[in-house]
């Protein structure tokens, strides 16, 4: 609570809206997790999640 509240410097509502894996990427902690998909992975995720053509 004190690094979101104090450190963070987050209004505690947003602090309790938040999830443990937010809390964790403002914090910093998730660094080398994650990151940028390759290029396979971006293919895969548009043909999961495609544009409308709207």
Do not use: H, I, N
């Not at 209004?11 to 999830?19: L, S």
């Amino acid at each position: 609570m004190a690094a979101g509240l104090s450190r963070l410097r987050l209004p505690a509502r947003d602090f309790w809206r938040m999830t443990p894996r937010e809390l964790a990427a403002a914090l910093g902690l998730s660094a080398g997790r994650g990151g940028a998909p390759d290029r396979a992975g971006l293919v895969r995720m548009m043909r999961q999640f495609p544009d409308d053509a709207a």
